[in-house]
């Protein structure tokens, strides 16, 4: 476990986020800017150190869950990243934290996202659920099905 270290999020410009997708998400290559990015609806959040560095990034963004029909208004969670540098330090859950916090403000009823399966256990911690078997995603790996109902928390 490494040491906490104090993070300040807030909602940035997708542009913000592409540099960590690239670094943690790509490193082999691909598109760090993906549909939906520059949406009106979709938010993009980023933690920042005490210097003003950007150390972590996550979107949201309201869409269908594929595994669950009842939820009125659905988001889905994806580009999350920290730098490897402060992993273990609290900056994911507070990232999620956040993420969380702006999906109920906005009227959400569920977070989903596919999630890496090395990065299953860190959603866990912070109280999603598996829902889906995994499956693969070409290039970059398995993956589960994850969701968190906020209000069932
Ligand atoms: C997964 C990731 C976002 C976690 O970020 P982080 O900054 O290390 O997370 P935190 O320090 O806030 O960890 C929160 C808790 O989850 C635990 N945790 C972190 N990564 C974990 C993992 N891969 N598996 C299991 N538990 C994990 C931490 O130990 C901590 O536990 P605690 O409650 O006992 O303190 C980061 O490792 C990462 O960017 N990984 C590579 C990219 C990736 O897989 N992104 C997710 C794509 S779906």
Same mark, same amino acid.
């Given at each position: 476990?490494? =040491? +906490?270290?104090?993070?300040?999020?807030? &909602?940035?410009?997708?542009?913000?986020?592409?540099?960590?997708?690239?670094?943690?998400?790509?490193?082999?290559?691909?598109?760090?800017?993906?549909?939906?990015?520059?949406?009106?609806?979709?938010?993009?959040?980023?933690?920042?150190?005490?210097?003003?560095?950007?150390?972590?990034?996550?979107?949201?963004? +309201?869409? +269908? /869950?594929?595994?669950?029909?009842?939820?009125?208004?659905?988001?889905?969670?994806?580009?999350?990243?920290?730098? +490897?540098?402060?992993?273990?330090?609290?900056?994911?859950?507070?990232?999620?934290?956040?993420?969380?916090? =702006?999906?109920? &403000?906005?009227?959400?009823?569920?977070?989903? /996202?596919? =999630?890496?399966?090395?990065?299953?256990?860190?959603?866990?911690?912070?109280?999603?659920?598996?829902?889906?078997?995994?499956?693969?995603?070409?290039?970059?790996?398995?993956?589960?099905?994850?969701?968190?109902?906020?209000?069932?928390?």
């Amino acid at each position: 476990m490494t =040491a +906490p270290i104090a993070v300040t999020v807030d &909602e940035v410009a997708p542009e913000v986020t592409y540099d960590l997708r690239r670094a943690v998400l790509r490193p082999g290559g691909g598109d760090v800017v993906w549909p939906g990015d520059e949406d009106p609806g979709t938010v993009h959040l980023a933690a920042r150190d005490a210097a003003g560095r950007v150390v972590g990034v996550v979107r949201l963004s +309201p869409a +269908p /869950c594929p595994w669950r029909a009842d939820p009125a208004a659905p988001w889905q969670l994806r580009g999350m990243a920290t730098d +490897p540098e402060v992993r273990g330090s609290g900056a994911g859950r507070a990232l999620v934290a956040a993420a969380v916090a =702006a999906v109920v &403000e906005r009227g959400g009823d569920l977070v989903w /996202c596919d =999630a890496r399966v090395t990065a299953a256990g860190f959603y866990e911690r912070l109280g999603f659920t598996v829902v889906r078997e995994p499956f693969d995603k070409p290039g970059i790996g398995p993956h589960v099905g994850m969701v968190l109902a906020p209000a069932e928390r």
